[in-house]
């Protein structure tokens, strides 16, 4: 199972950003997928999550209308636009995977948000 997140970087506020995760060695297209992100000193927590068809989403409150989560089956890829960032929105983004117990995660990509 692989997983790898690109797409992070320094941005200033009020920036775009569009974060990508390519899958292979699974079947993508029956998993969950969702986008994570860890703040240094608190715990990781969820942004985003994307049902297996793409046809139920779920956001955090605090990326309500600002994120958009979507995911392309074909090429096995998640997606996240993240427009109109904030500082506190900067962290390590990380994409997961999950169907039942098994949850498989990427190394993770820096979003830093600065002016």
């Known amino acids: 199972v692989q997983l790898v997140e690109s797409g992070g970087g320094l941005v200033q506020p009020g920036g775009s950003l569009r974060l990508s995760c390519a899958a292979s060695?699974?079947?993508?297209?029956?998993?969950?997928m969702s986008w994570y992100r860890q703040a240094p000193g608190l715990e990781r927590e969820l942004v985003a999550l994307i049902a297996s068809t793409g046809g139920s989403t779920n956001y955090a409150d605090s990326v309500k209308g600002r994120f958009t989560i979507s995911r392309d089956n074909a090429k096995n890829t998640v997606y996240l636009q993240m427009n109109r960032l904030k500082s506190e929105d900067t962290a390590v983004y990380y994409c997961n995977a999950k169907l039942g117990p098994q949850s498989y995660w990427g190394q993770g990509t820096q979003v830093t948000v600065s002016s």
């Open positions: 060695r699974f079947t993508f297209s029956r998993y969950v």
